[in-house]
């Protein structure tokens, strides 16, 4: 599957920006789908996380409350809805896609990535 990520921009703290993320092919339904990012000179750490039938999500601490994952599998895309945004969130987001039913939070399982988006949050 490949992926095309798209939302991101320079927002202000305590700002909302919506992060999309859509998938060729017809087969997106099978595909456990994640948000990553990854901030200068660190690595790529996860953030949410969304079952293949979006009935089950997971989210790292830090953005717990704030931020919230969703698909729809009629557009074969999965959204990042992000609000209360902080500096901290500064980083390139990235969507990815794994396939497989098993709902997994580390970056090396997942199959295919977009091109990330940039999120700037300033204070």
């Known amino acids: 599957v490949q992926l095309q990520a798209s939302g991101g921009g320079l927002v202000q703290a305590g700002g909302s920006l919506r992060l999309s993320c859509a998938a060729s092919g017809r087969t997106f339904s099978m595909y456990v789908m994640g948000w990553f990012r990854q901030a200068p000179g660190k690595e790529r750490e996860f953030v949410a996380v969304?079952?293949?039938?979006?009935?089950?999500?997971y989210y790292t601490d830090s953005v717990k409350g704030r931020f919230t994952i969703s698909r729809d599998n009629s557009k074969n895309t999965v959204y990042l809805q992000m609000n209360s945004l902080k500096p901290e969130d500064t980083a390139v987001y990235y969507c990815?896609?794994?396939?497989?039913?098993?709902?997994?939070?580390?970056?090396?399982?997942?199959?295919?990535w977009g091109q990330g988006t940039q999120v700037t949050v300033s204070s």
């Open positions: 990815g896609a794994r396939n497989d039913i098993v709902v997994l939070t580390t970056p090396r399982v997942y199959d295919s």
């Open positions: 969304i079952s293949r039938s979006g009935g089950t999500t």
